[in-house]
């Protein structure tokens, strides 16, 4: 949700531009911990609450597929460094 997800869009956290697993432009946010439990879509694997992790979501998404805020996904560091493809 949007508000379990605010420290996603705070300005302590700044993006970047990065290629994404599928060649996309994304937005980036490194986290130093997770709010709750997510699950990474790349090994489908539980993201701890507390662990580092990034944020990401398509600059431009393809067409019928959410974007900005509503496209954002919650990766391990490393399956977004090995681009992993979501599964």
């Given at each position: 949700t949007v508000v379990s997800c605010f420290?996603?869009?705070?300005?302590?956290h700044?993006?970047?531009?990065?290629?994404g697993p599928d060649g996309l432009d994304y937005q980036v946010r490194r986290?130093?911990?997770?709010?709750?439990?997510?699950t990474c879509p790349a090994c489908l694997r539980p993201i701890p609450?507390?662990?580092?992790?990034i944020v990401a979501w398509p600059e431009e998404a393809p067409f019928g597929l959410p974007q900005g805020v509503d496209g954002r996904r919650h990766w391990h560091s490393e399956c977004w460094?090995?681009?992993?493809?979501?599964l």
């Open positions: 420290v996603c869009l705070s300005r302590n700044s993006a970047t531009t990065e290629r986290l130093p911990s997770a709010a709750k439990e997510y609450q507390g662990s580092a992790h460094r090995r681009r992993l493809r979501p």
